[in-house]
């Protein structure tokens, strides 16, 4: 049993947990993730590593809530267990050699692009940091991004803080002022991977895509994560999650991805009533 040694709401659909799980803290790199069962009678999900402690043997995961797994996970404290926490699983982030980057982040994509500027950042790169978000209530992680950033740009669409815009905005922005990146890493929603790899591609930036967003079973069983890379059929959980965003079918992985949202809210409506009746 993995116990929960820390639990952190980060906004009200998004929570920080820290797993004691000395072994796979020992191994975890940015990019990879792991895969849960909160009960024996549970769903396996998988979930990005948002940070690890070697020393304390502890894995952080950051999760959304959105189907019926991570409703029950988001109903269990501090000192509960989870029934199975298995990884690391993935291959991991390819960041050594890079000199000058520019990390950006989505919505709760940001808590898999921050283990990757983290790394970024020990190793002696540049790091600028784009993190966009909805609006003010949904940011997330912001303190230790700027604490690996050599500079950060706040995004909102509403503009409700930090700049009004998009990613894209920022990073154009950035591009204009005549800044020059090694490579680009984009985490987040599909569709704004997609509008971020369009923009490079006007510059000939490299730009590597995480493709955890479309992933459902982890282990490439399921072919939910199947996705085109390159003309070539490839699976996000075990060939990736990362990927030279140029070669990726963007409109294909949105159009899967979008398959499972009416049977996750049905799962996770189904679970909340179950909970409503026990509370009673």
Do not use: W
């Not at 291959?91 to 980057?101: M, Q, T």
């Not at 704004?192 to 930036?205: A, D, P, R």
């Amino acid at each position: 049993m993995y116990k929960i040694v820390k639990k952190q709401p980060l906004n009200p659909t998004v929570t920080l947990m820290e797993i004691d799980a000395p072994l796979i803290a020992k191994k975890a790199e940015p990019g990879q993730f792991i895969i849960l069962r909160v009960d024996e009678d549970g769903g396996r999900i998988p979930l990005t590593v948002a940070d690890y402690g070697r020393e304390k043997g502890t894995v952080t995961i950051i999760f959304q809530i959105v189907g019926a797994t991570t409703e029950k996970l988001n109903h269990l404290e501090e000192g509960d267990s989870l029934h199975d926490f298995v990884g690391p699983l993935g291959v991991p982030s390819h960041v050594e050699g890079l000199k000058k980057v520019a990390v950006i982040g989505g919505g709760v994509g940001c808590a898999i692009a921050y283990p990757i500027a983290k790394k970024l950042h020990q190793l002696g790169a540049e790091v600028h940091s784009i993190v966009g978000f909805r609006n003010k209530d949904l940011v997330i992680l912001e303190e230790q991004f700027r604490e690996v950033s050599d500079k950060l740009c706040m995004m909102t669409d509403d503009g409700s803080y930090g700049e009004k815009g998009l990613v894209t905005n920022a990073l154009q922005s950035l591009i204009d002022a005549g800044e020059q990146y090694d490579e680009v890493i984009a985490i987040g929603p599909p569709i704004m991977m997609k509008f971020v790899v369009q923009l490079t591609k006007k510059y000939n930036i490299k730009t590597v895509v995480s493709m955890n967003p479309i992933m459902i079973d982890g282990t490439g069983m399921c072919g939910g994560c199947r996705l085109t890379v390159g003309g070539k059929t490839k699976f996000a959980c075990v060939d990736g999650p990362d990927f030279d965003g140029f070669e990726v079918d963007f409109d294909e992985a949105i159009a899967r991805s979008s398959m499972y949202k009416p049977f996750e809210r049905h799962a996770h409506e189904e679970t909340c009533h179950l909970f409503e009746k026990e509370v009673r």
